[in-house]
Nanobody
């Protein structure tokens, strides 16, 4: 059974940093992504990485502040978030894609984690 388990969320002041982790059990995937959903807003793409090549993709709103990476040995994907802003406050979800698809579309991902809350205070 495939499971994605996120961790690392929490409360941080603006300008601070957090690192989210997503441990995948059961198998590896073609691509892993991070999405977020703020209260009253739609879910949005944050970052993605292809597992084999390590190619990365970012939303414009987080580019240069967030870094996605993976650890093959641990089957874990990370999202390092620096220079956090209050508008980064959301529930962050890890997602996994089996094959080629649009990395920005949540509907192209087959498996999802339970989410981890990130709150950035001003």
């Amino acid at each position: 059974q495939v499971q994605l388990v996120e961790s690392g969320g929490g409360l941080v002041q603006a300008g601070g940093s957090l690192r989210l982790s997503c441990a995948a059990s059961g198998r590896t995937f073609y691509r892993m992504g991070w999405f977020r959903q703020a209260p009253g807003k739609e879910r949005e793409f944050v970052a993605a990485i292809t597992w084999a090549a390590g190619r990365t993709y970012y939303a414009d709103s987080v580019k240069s502040r967030f870094t996605i990476s993976r650890d093959n040995a641990k089957n874990t994907v990370y999202l390092q978030m620096n220079s956090l802003k209050p508008e980064d406050t959301a529930v962050y979800y890890c997602a996994a894609m089996n094959g080629g698809g649009d990395y920005r579309l949540g509907s192209d991902y087959s498996n999802w984690g339970q989410g981890t809350q990130v709150k950035v205070s001003s």
